[in-house]
């Protein structure tokens, strides 16, 4: 029998197995609907049917950080009826200050319908619901558009929820999804979305999406390294 030929596929699978357990493992990772950060550590259930379509890193050198944005979209061709975008900043200078955030504030108060902090983990995590206008312009959405989707100009939903993780990470979400897109009759002025004026099918949808939103924030856990 002739060793060598055996040696050699053997040799090839100890240097694979070897290569994978020495890889670098990702900052973030999915498993499934489920989104796990290693730095900082924690977890979340993303909704159904968003997919990660870019990410990308941004450098802030006086304020020695870099954040991290992930951006995720449900769309039915091609045009956005959800979307999820996730930023983490982290610390990357030892002798620098605490990374800090300011506290989460509405667009406007009167379509702002729920504000609040919950404990993670022996975390406080900040959250607001209210209800916006998607902006396809804003540059904070452009590499979303850059992959050919189409942001509609519509009100829309919107969930975020805040904390910080031992003065070395921010974690800032907003998830929000088009008011159309729940499939029901319902008005498209802002003024029947404000807080004191919300009835009837606006009401439902809102407390569809209510649910949804307090569905990914339950679903946080938040590990201490």
Not at 2 to 17: C, E, G, H, Q, S
Not at 64 to 73: G, M, P, V
Not at 174 to 181: F, G, Q
């Amino acid at each position: 029998m002739n060793t060598r030929k055996l040696f050699l596929p053997a040799l090839a699978f100890v240097l694979i197995l070897w290569t994978t357990a020495c890889a670098p493992k990702k900052d973030l990772e999915i498993e499934g609907n489920k989104l796990i950060s290693r730095k900082p550590p924690f977890s979340l259930t993303l909704p159904p049917d968003v997919d990660l379509i870019y990410h990308f890193s941004q450098e802030h050198p006086e304020q020695s950080s870099l954040t991290r944005i992930y951006f995720f979209a449900k769309a039915k061709e091609k045009q956005v009826e959800e979307m999820l975008i996730l930023q983490i900043a982290d610390k990357m200078n030892a002798q620098a200050g605490p990374i800090k955030a300011p506290p989460l504030k509405p667009y406007t108060e009167k379509r702002s319908y729920l504000k609040g902090k919950i404990k993670k983990g022996g975390f406080e995590v900040e959250y607001l619901i209210q209800s916006m206008r998607w902006n396809p312009d804003a540059p904070s959405l452009q590499p979303i558009v850059g992959k050919g989707f189409i942001i509609p100009s519509d009100l829309a939903l919107q969930g975020q929820f805040l904390f910080l993780y031992q003065g070395e990470h921010a974690v800032f979400l907003r998830y929000s999804k088009d008011i159309t897109s729940f499939g029901v009759r319902i008005s498209e002025k802002g003024d029947d979305w404000e807080k004191g004026m919300i009835s009837g099918n606006e009401k439902r949808v809102y407390e569809n999406f209510e649910k949804s939103f307090m569905q990914i924030l339950d679903s946080i856990e938040i590990r201490i390294d």
